[in-house]
């Protein structure tokens, strides 16, 4: 009697313990689960959400643009667009004439007086400027310098056209290629953050065209890295117009 009581004994922990330990694996295979649920999810978190925001504009813009009937000289007949060789490649790609485009190449912030002189004779509604790649080097990667020369340039658009809505582009991000050609050409993010708070303070809009053109696709660059092919022309003619509501 004694011995069947001891193996019944023997039984019920054996079951028990094979409970807890089943029990305990369940319990660690869900927590291993729920583990690497939350670690994907922070992987998802911590994805760069810029990157996200500029393909969706990009895919919008895309598709406005196919959307679009009305040609780009049309849109843009009470606008100018001043500025250095980024701008300028809308007349070497024949996209708009120069009654719009008053670019050149080599311009910066603080030599755009000619342009801005040339915009008065044709008064118009929307100026949009295109500077700052030059502006790098020709200021030593020196922003607050920059933009104490900006503000000069605004003030004298101002002045000489107050009726006339003013929107800034940022510097276009480069690749590899175009960042190794100068020091200070890294310092392109640094310029924009600066651009951004100017035009805050001034009431000025500002069109971010990162959305638009990633450094990492070689491919819609020219060989120095710096400027764009003719593909991102007409989609950021498409994304300036729709800023400014023409």
């Known amino acids: 009697?004694?011995?069947?009581?001891?193996?019944?004994?023997?039984?019920?922990?054996?079951l028990c313990c094979g409970y807890f330990a089943i029990t305990n694996l369940t319990q660690n295979h869900t927590s291993?689960?729920?583990?690497d649920g939350l670690h994907?999810?922070?992987q998802l978190e911590n994805k760069d959400i810029k990157d996200v925001q500029r393909k969706i504009s990009l895919a919008t813009t895309k598709m406005n643009q196919n959307n679009s009937q009305v040609p780009f000289s049309q849109r843009y007949q009470s606008s100018v667009i001043i500025g250095d060789s980024i701008a300028e490649a809308l007349l070497d790609y024949r996209v708009l004439d120069r009654t719009i485009v008053l670019a050149s190449r080599g311009t910066r912030c603080d030599s755009l007086d000619?342009?801005?002189?040339?915009?008065?004779?044709?008064s118009p509604q929307n100026i949009f400027i295109c500077v700052g790649m030059n502006d790098l080097v020709f200021n030593r990667g020196d922003s607050d310098l920059f933009i104490s020369k900006y503000k000069h340039?605004?003030?004298h658009i101002r002045e000489v056209l107050p009726d006339a809505n003013i929107f800034i582009n940022s510097i276009l991000p480069m690749t590899s290629v175009g960042y190794q050609e100068t020091k200070y050409n890294h310092l392109d993010c640094v310029f924009n953050k600066a651009i951004i708070a100017m035009?805050?303070?001034?009431?000025?809009?500002?069109?971010d065209n990162d959305m638009l053109i990633d450094g990492e696709d070689v491919d819609a660059y020219e060989s120095d890295g710096i400027h764009p092919k003719y593909g991102f022309y007409p989609m950021w003619l498409d994304y300036m117009a729709s800023q400014a509501g023409i």
């Not at 009697?1 to 054996?14: A, D, P, Y």
């Open 199 to 207: 035009c805050e303070e001034m009431n000025i809009t500002y069109i």
């Open 1 to 14: 009697m004694k011995n069947l009581v001891k193996k019944g004994i023997s039984v019920s922990l054996i």
């Open 32 to 35: 291993q689960k729920v583990s």
């Open 114 to 122: 000619d342009q801005i002189q040339s915009a008065t004779y044709l």
């Open 153 to 155: 340039t605004i003030a």
């Open 40 to 42: 994907k999810l922070q």
